[in-house]
């Protein structure tokens, strides 16, 4: 298990946050409670790109590996891979928001939060490679 290793405490509080997000995103996307995405006008430059319900498989399954990474103790270099994949993810999202602030009626600030989890998961990937520590646990 991940947690054999040791870690820093930002980072056992940032890697099943990131879990947590990319899950709820999923499941959220998948099931679009009273269609309510695939009416928002903001995420219509999204469903451009893909359909609500593929951005919802992409952010389940990402959720999906970074918990198989964080429990499995053979994926020995499972949550890097992961956190790579959700900064690349995440920074994609923030792309895809920002383009719709430009092309529809939209927030510029939209894609500020997406770009926060990515650079944070930045953060938290490198603290992991570098095997950083706090001395705790």
Partial sequence: MMWNRRLT???????PTYVILNLTF????????DDKLSRAPGLAY??????IEVWGWLWLLLGV?????LLWPR????AELG??????????????VEKAADARNVSYLAGLLPLFVAVASFASMVSVLRNETDGVG
């Fill in 46 to 51: 999204a469903r451009d790109v893909l359909s």
């Fill in 75 to 78: 994926a020995k270099r499972g």
């Fill in 26 to 33: 999923g499941l959220v996307f998948l099931f679009d409670p």
């Fill in 9 to 15: 405490r930002a980072s056992r509080i940032m890697l």
């Fill in 65 to 69: 590996m970074m918990l198989v990474a």
């Fill in 83 to 96: 956190l790579a994949t959700n900064v690349v993810a995440w920074t994609l999202w923030a792309v895809v």
